[in-house]
């Protein structure tokens, strides 16, 4: 299905879910989003600058607020990651201090639906959990974000592995039908030409036998 098509159905899908007073605006610049001010400049950069370097490869961005209005967390972090991530494998982190279960991952992209959901969820929820565990904010940001960018490259990289290792499998698949084809070309020809040249033997032995009954008194 085109991605593009994917992209409006999920966009149009939030649009009808309980989170519809929740808006993301445009998307930011940088891949981390402080709007509760808890994370200074020095820890903003040692978050961000790890994630910038892979979004070329996979795209996560860390978003922190203070509140969501009437929207649920799953349900904000599910429309900020539709709406700004393009990436064929991206997830977004939403950490909203002092609230119970913070840290949300939700992880999407079409590369997703090529992997097991029960090990996305699982390894998912383990990076939540460690990250519920730090003990300030900007720790729990860092280490959500940084599992879930490790996460990320891992399913990737295997991911590539795989479809590289189907890929070298048809290719050589299709090596050998075009050998077994050349091959069955040849035996082809050689019994045409074997063919031929018991025609034209016989057509010989045929002609020669008239002219020895002809030459006869």
């Known amino acids: 299905m085109d991605s593009a098509f994917c992209r409006a159905v999920i966009l149009a899908s939030l649009a009808l879910s309980p989170c519809h007073g929740f808006e993301p605006g445009p998307r930011p610049a940088a891949a981390v989003v402080d709007h509760a001010g808890v994370l200074n400049d020095a820890a ?14 996979v795209e996560v961005i860390a978003v922190v ?10 349900d904000a972090a599910a429309r900020m990651s539709a709406t700004w991530c393009d990436a064929p494998l991206h997830a977004l982190v939403l950490h909203i201090p002092g609230r119970d279960g913070s840290p949300w991952i939700v992880a999407g992209g079409d590369m997703i639906h090529a992997l097991n959901p029960d090990e996305v969820r699982d390894e998912l929820a383990a990076a ?6 730090e003990p300030d904010d ?11 960018a490790d996460l990320l490259r891992y399913w990737k990289g ?3 592995t795989r479809l590289g290792v189907i890929d070298r499998m048809r290719a050589g698949i299709r090596r050998d ?16 030409i074997a063919l031929i040249a018991f025609t034209v033997a016989g057509v010989g032995l045929l002609a020669k036998a008239r002219r020895r009954a002809a030459s006869k008194p």
Do not use: G, K
């Open 158 to 160: 295997r991911e590539d």
């Open 44 to 57: 903003r950069a040692e978050i961000s600058l790890p994630l910038e370097r892979i979004r070329n490869d």
């Open 65 to 74: 607020l203070t509140h969501l209005d009437a929207a649920t967390p799953d």
């Open 177 to 192: 039908l075009e050998t077994r084809a050349r091959r069955q070309q040849a035996v082809m020809l050689v019994m045409a």
């Open 128 to 133: 939540r959990r460690d990250a519920f565990r």
């Open 138 to 148: 900007a720790s729990v940001v860092r280490t959500a974000a940084s599992a879930t």
